[in-house]
Each structure stands twice: as structure tokens, then as C-alpha cells.
């Protein structure tokens, strides 16, 4: 059973350039998470996919955006990158029946996205 | 504002205990929860508390009090391999989980 697979999975752009991530889901769930994690801090959650919609998001700005296909996976999406955009990016997924919604998360190894 | 507080680092012999706390102030409150983090790899899911009270998997436990926004991630018999990162979290209003900013538990031969 496939967990969460992200790609790529390591990335260096150009301040400016614009960056697609994706994201695969486990098997069997539903809703998926963006975090971004700084180096040597906890991941901070970015937006919520479910049903192909945004249902929630946390302090980051327009540039963020995402998207969430039909077969669950998603995509995460920054537009003119700053060098502070330079992060780990954790996909995670789950299930959003029940309390599993707010844990047992499943991460993926995440993209290491450098901005120069 | 919301926020988790947590030691940034942990140090502690191999064998012995180990407590990880965490208090949390967040808008709404659906369980705390604890993951691990390696180096270079993917946090994973340790364990869950909805309500008061231990929970225990393993040489692993944790504890909440919802009245005190108060819970721990307790370690027990360390390993060399329990070195990494503890991060506690909080499922809040929204389906939104947050989480802390990471403890840094160093194990000592």
C-alpha cells in the first residue's frame, strides 16, 4: 500500500519563477494538506483540499494557490518565488470522516524547494 | 492568535524517561496529537488524545488536560533511534491541524 508520494523532490528556482508541486494521496483518503516546514521549525499549515475544493487556509498569501484533481491528488502552486518561499513542502493526507480528520495524518518526504 | 509551545530540545540518556510538554492556545480544540520527525524524512504519526487522561502505545504515552490546554509525549526505555524531532499538534476549528514548533531530542549512549 503506497503512502503519500510527493514529486519532485528536491527543487532550485529563480526568485520570481513561478512552481507546481504534486502530491499523491494514500490510498483510501480523501483530503489532502500543504504544510511548509522551515528549516529546524514545525510545519505550518498552508491549505486544506477536500473534494477538490479549498476548505481552509492558514497566513499565507494569494501567491499560494492549489488544486485538487478528481483521483485526490493535488498540486501546489507558488507564484513569484521569494528566496523566503525557500522551505520543505509536506504534503499530508487523510481521512475526513470522524476525528481521523484531525490525526493520523500521513506525510509524504516532502519537496525541498530552494529559491536563488 | 494560536499557538503550541514545546521545548525546543530534550537531551537524555539511552534507557532512561523522557517528558515532551505542550501547551496549546488555539480557536477550538478536536484532540492533541504527536509526530516524529527524522532527519531528512517525513513526520509520522505517534499518537492521539481526544479526552483527559493516558494514552499508551508501546513504550510511547500521552497525556491531556483539556482544562489546563496541557499534554506530554512520554518516552520510556530510549533508544539511540528515538533521536529526532517531536512535533504536538492541535486539531482545531475547520479541520485544520497546526502544529507545534518541534522539540529536538538528542539520546546519549
Given at each position: 500500500d503506497a503512502g503519500v508520494t510527493q514529486s519532485p523532490t528536491h527543487l532550485i528556482k529563480t526568485r520570481g519563477q513561478q512552481v507546481t508541486l504534486r502530491c499523491s494521496p494514500k490510498s483510501g483518503h480523501d483530503t489532502v494538506s500543504w504544510y511548509q516546514q522551515a528549516l529546524g521549525q514545525g510545519p505550518q499549515f498552508i491549505f486544506q483540499y477536500y473534494e477538490e475544493e479549498e476548505r481552509q487556509r492558514g497566513n499565507?498569501?494569494?501567491?499560494f494557490s492549489g488544486h485538487q484533481f478528481p483521483n485526490y491528488s493535488s498540486e501546489l502552486n507558488v507564484n513569484a518565488l521569494l528566496l523566503g518561499d525557500s522551505a520543505l513542502y509536506l504534503c499530508a493526507s487523510s481521512l475526513r470522516e470522524g476525528a481521523s480528520a484531525f490525526y493520523g495524518y500521513t506525510f509524504g518526504s516532502g519537496t525541498r524547494l530552494t529559491v536563488v | 492568535g494560536q499557538s503550541l509551545e514545546q521545548p525546543s530540545e530534550v537531551t537524555a540518556v539511552e534507557g532512561a524517561i523522557v517528558q515532551i510538554n505542550c501547551t496549546y492556545q488555539t480557536s477550538g480544540f478536536y484532540g492533541l496529537s504527536w509526530y516524529q520527525q527524522h532527519d531528512g524524512g517525513a513526520p509520522t504519526f505517534l499518537s492521539y488524545n481526544a479526552l483527559d487522561g493516558l494514552e499508551e502505545t508501546g513504550r510511547f504515552s500521552s497525556f491531556l488536560s483539556r482544562s489546563d490546554s496541557y499534554g506530554y509525549l512520554l518516552l520510556q526505555e530510549l533508544q539511540m533511534k528515538d533521536s529526532a524531532s517531536y512535533f504536538c499538534a492541535v486539531g482545531t476549528g475547520g479541520f485544520k491541524t497546526i502544529f507545534g514548533a518541534g522539540t529536538r531530542l538528542f539520546v546519549k549512549a
Open positions: 499565507f498569501p494569494d501567491r | -
